[in-house]
């Protein structure tokens, strides 16, 4: 069964660093692209960026390029989004997904599973 | 840019529901549908534009090419009062999603 599992919910400061994990499990994690998408409260969702588990390349939407780092580590499955100094405005919950394919390597046809969700909340 | 609507609608159970989704330039069929439930993860409905996933019930169903989509619900049930979000995933990211559409019981 694949599954996606998000840490927990934080709760920091405006201009404090963070790191939230994603762990994969139940397929071949390096086969699937992940993704991150962003819901501010009452609002919808917005697509940051993913990341190729295989070589940990990434690409952003401009909305997000330089604010956030998406990485990943093929050898325990798990993908990460990180922030080096948090603003109010990063209050939001983060998903990860995975990026389904209908062919290995093809392209992207819609994000199929997906995790439970990291509320961050960011207040002074 | 995908325009969806309506933003919100009121119906019964066993209505015919219909929500669009327009792009803005030409995505061909690299459009999926997502139903996300308060304080839940979105979950996939339909890819490529008319594609059910597995699990997903019959009465929803998705048709469109180019800049035009619907999603149909063909006799809305109690479990389908949510929200939906469409996503272009046109060739090279950013993957945009529509603005959502709140389904809510009459």
């Known amino acids: 069964e694949v599954q996606l599992v998000q840490s927990g919910a934080e709760v920091k400061k405006p201009g404090e660093s963070l790191r939230i994990s994603c762990q994969a499990s139940?397929?071949?994690?390096?086969?699937?692209?992940i993704t991150w998408v962003r819901q501010m409260p009452g609002r919808g969702l917005e697509w940051m960026g993913r990341?190729?588990?295989?070589?940990?390349?990434?690409n952003y939407s401009p909305s997000f390029q330089g604010h956030v780092t998406i990485s990943a580590d093929k050898s325990t499955g798990t993908a990460y989004l990180q922030w080096t100094s948090l603003q109010a405005s990063d209050s939001a919950i983060y998903y990860c997904?995975?990026?389904?394919?209908?062919?290995?390597?093809?392209?992207?046809?819609?994000?199929?599973?997906w995790g439970q969700g990291t509320l961050v909340t960011v207040s002074s | 840019q995908l325009t969806q609507s309506p933003s919100s609608l009121s119906a019964s159970v066993g209505d015919r529901v219909t929500i669009t989704c327009r792009a803005s330039?030409?995505?061909?069929?690299?459009l999926a549908w997502y139903q996300q439930k308060p304080g839940k993860a979105p979950q996939l409905l339909i890819y490529?534009?008319?594609t059910l996933q597995s699990g997903v019930p019959s009465r929803f169903t998705g048709s469109g090419s180019g800049t035009d989509f619907t999603l149909t619900i063909s006799s809305l049930q109690p479990e389908d009062f949510a929200t939906y979000y469409c996503q272009q995933l046109n060739t090279y990211p950013p993957w945009t999603f529509g603005q959502g559409t709140r389904v809510e019981i009459k």
């Open positions: 490529s534009a008319s």
């Open positions: 997904a995975r990026l389904k394919t209908l062919v290995p390597r093809g392209p992207v046809v819609a994000l199929d599973f």
């Open positions: 330039r030409g995505i061909s069929d690299y």
């Open positions: 139940g397929y071949t994690f390096t086969n699937f692209w």
């Open positions: 990341i190729d588990p295989t070589d940990s390349y990434a």
